[in-house]
């Protein structure tokens, strides 16, 4: 069913679509041109939500805010459209299924009307970035692309201007994919590390959740996975056509030997070449370059290599003071992907570190931390449990722990503890939610801390 068919079938049904955040806006907008009769539910209070209230209540759209949002589904609700970060086994949506409502939610609602190929990127760290590349190489090589899903804006307000022959790359996170019952032809999984616990009942249902990107594929899909984790090594095992696996440290598809990622032993790039630092990143590259086999050229490539810089707060150069380096890595929610950030430097760094707690272990960061790391400053709710993870490691030798109470004192320690030749990193281990929205806020807000110095 193509959009046009599909809104067709919207007109005057009455639809309710929970959250009105940045990944619902643009469906309740799509929705509305459909005919559909839309109810907005959400938590948050007219006044916080602001102009965008005001906005859509001129558009016709009811609301149901406030604590008792799931709790009024308009009688006669044909469709209920969740939002990513709530569960569909709530009680209130398991009701609503029990009495024949559908539950969907706008990436499903996208992948059932998409009409161009979707290469979709999921993973605990790097699928930004990989889906960044993806769409740099695609664009590069002369395709029509489209970037979204987790990262960017939502695809289904573009999805009446897109044609068979253009390209649609979407991040996908474990929310997203939880309900799914789709899969894109081409599929990534850039690695599994426990992640999120905070969500999902436990790592299991977490690595289920990300194994949706690639169960409903069929043999005539290409499922590109990560050989050198164990969890997605398993998972390639499993791929119903095509597998395509990379690994930076053995024998795999796409390797790396004598300092170029080779797919299938022929040279496509030297890794020196690569702009934006680190080995995760160069694994990386070798995810998007497994994706994008068929379509783009190793010059192309080459070129992109040597031309992107990087996304937003992920290892982004901030500035230098007083022979300081500052950098900001914001994006780094998990240890897992600060120990990346960590390992793309060659000396020890005074690292900032600490947030929201997503139940996720630290053992072995505390390890990492002893081996990386010259100072360490903490803030926020898992400062103590770091602390902790830090003076109980086997590798303990006495490292400087500093915790602070604001983010402001916390960059402003990790400043003072600095000497020329030194770098401070931002790279929280950790979810923002504490302190801040979102990571963009909290990477935001150290870049203008850092550039107010």
Known sequence: MNAVEYKKTLKDKKVSVIGVGVSNVPLIRFLLSSGAKVTAHDKKTAEQLGDIYTELLDLGVNFVLGEEYLKNIPQGTKCIFKTPGLRADVPELLEASKNGIEITSEMELFFKLCPCEIIAVTGSDGKTTTTTLIGEMLKKQGYNCYIGGNIGKPLIGEVENMNACDKAVLELSSFQLFSMKQSPRIAVMTNVTPNHLDWHTDFSEYIESKKN??????????????????????????????????????????????????????????????????????????AAIAAVRDYVTDETVQYVAKNFGGVAHRIEFVRELDGVKFYNDSIASSPARTTAGLKSFNQKVILIAGGYDKKIPFDEFGEVVNERVEKLVLVGSTSEKIENAVKNAKNYDGISVFRETEFKKAVERARDCAQKGDIVILSPACASFDLFGNFEERGNTFKQIVNEF
Not at 240 to 268: H, P
Request: proline share 1%; net charge negative.
């Open 213 to 286: 990107i690639m169960k409903y594929q069929s043999k005539e899909c290409v499922l590109v996975t990560n050989s050198a984790n164990d969890i997605t090594r398993e998972i390639g095992h499993q791929a119903a056509g095509e597998w395509r696996n990379f690994s930076s440290k053995g024998d795999a598809l796409v390797t790396l030997n004598d300092g170029f990622i080779c797919y299938a032993d022929n040279k496509i790039v030297n890794t020196g070449d690569i702009k934006i630092p680190g080995l995760h990143n160069v694994e990386n590259y070798m």
